[in-house]
């Protein structure tokens, strides 16, 4: 995804990042980025039943655009890529997100790190690095621990930089890594580890909503009978697709903090039985409670899920929409070092009684009652009085 150009207007990006979105320079690299990463559209993205249903809730409202994403997956070829990688093509099973990997998402070790070690570079996998400190005779020392030895135990080690190290951990690995030796005394600026951000990530559900969405992965098995159990209807696939495949960015017309976005998300096939059970259950609201025959259809596709019917298909979780949603929270977390564990943590006093994820609540049901599903809140957010937030 592309940032809004008013999102480096900021003050907390330095000033070389502003003067290149500012003069339109930043394109450049999001095209290479983007040319890397194999990155492009579903090819059948109108054909999934969850993308129309994401499209169809957010349909007639002022400020919303819908849209289907760049996603690193690969829809193009089978074989090996052009860094030397065998690479399958998507097959739509819905398992991005568990270990079921048919070899179609362009992950980094398909693309960035092929590039770099057909450059020269030395990859060492299973080695956490613990502390970085500045060595007296010039460069850095790196304490690492070798998870996964030839002895089969972890195993501490020391590697010498001698010009320069890059920290890419994420945002509590980098902090980490950096929090530790500022105790030790390098220098490092007060800023370190302030301004956490989640991404404004929020989440909920429309449950048991009018029309399948054919969200349920199948275990990325190609000959898998689950795809096969309901006849699709004129321009539709029954698969479940990728992980996220399309978007609704809301608030469009509003200024940049006001803005968040929803998009689509397929249950892997080890998820499906846990979350069956646990919505069959859960407190939501129903947002078209008066039809008798409504009610009827409703409560048995629950209760196909809470049976355990062969039949899952046309269950009530397979017309279920789950919505992951990012936008701009406030920014006011704060990094810290546990004094037990010496772990990162995240101290963020407050941070799920924003007004935007109120918003994002409202815009959620909103949705759901145009598919004429239950809506599920966030279930930490929803019931818990400290309005605790999940993000990735």
């Known amino acids: 995804i592309r940032p809004d150009h008013e999102v480096f207007e900021r003050e907390q990006w330095p000033q070389a ?38 499209q169809k809730g957010a349909q007639g409202l002022a400020g919303a655009k819908f849209e289907i994403h760049d996603i690193a997956v690969n829809f193009r070829f089978e074989g090996l890529n052009n860094w030397g990688v065998q690479q399958r093509k998507c097959i739509n099973c819905g398992e991005c997100t568990s270990d079921w990997n048919v070899g179609a998402k362009n992950t980094l070790d398909t693309n960035y790190l092929a590039i770099a070690k057909r450059g020269g570079a030395e990859i060492f996998t299973q080695v956490e690095c613990k502390r970085l400190t500045k060595d007296p005779a010039g460069g850095y020392l790196i304490d690492y621990l070798r998870r996964e030895s030839p002895t089969g135990q972890a195993e501490a080690g020391t590697l010498k930089a001698n010009r320069l190290v890059i920290v890419a951990a994420g945002s509590l690995g980098s902090t980490g890594i950096m929090l530790r030796p500022r105790q030790a005394g390098l220098s490092l600026p007060d800023s370190l580890g302030k301004n956490f951000g989640g991404n404004g990530d929020f989440f909920g559900v429309a449950y048991n909503a009018d029309q399948r969405a054919d969200v349920l992965g199948w275990g990325a098995y190609p000959d898998s009978a689950r795809p096969q159990r309901l006849q699709p209807g004129p321009g539709q696939l029954l698969h479940p697709g990728p992980t996220i495949v399309s978007r609704v960015r809301y608030n469009t017309d509003q200024p940049l903090l006001q803005r968040f976005k929803a998009e689509d998300l397929s249950i892997p096939l080890m998820y499906v039985d846990t979350v069956r059970l646990a919505l069959a259950f859960a407190i939501g609201k129903d947002t078209d409670p008066n039809g008798f025959f409504d009610n009827l259809n409703e409560a048995g596709r629950r209760l196909r899920d809470i049976v355990g019917s062969s039949q899952l298909q046309g269950g009530a979780l397979n017309h279920t929409l789950a919505y992951l949603v990012n936008g701009h929270d406030d920014q006011n977390g704060a990094i810290e070092l546990d004094p037990l564990t010496d772990e990162a943590k995240v101290k963020w006093s407050g941070a799920g009684k924003q007004a935007i994820f109120k918003q994002m609540n409202q815009r959620l049901l909103q949705h759901t009652t145009a598919l004429g599903g239950t809506y599920v809140e966030n279930p930490l957010w929803g019931f818990i009085p400290f309005r605790t937030l999940v993000t990735a």
Request: charged share 20%; proline share 3%; hydrophobic share 40%.
């Open 17 to 54: 990042i502003r003067t290149l979105s500012q003069n339109g320079q930043l394109a450049t690299y999001y095209d290479r980025a983007q040319a890397t990463l194999f990155a492009s559209q579903h090819p059948d993205a109108m054909r999934l039943s969850k993308v129309k249903a994401l």
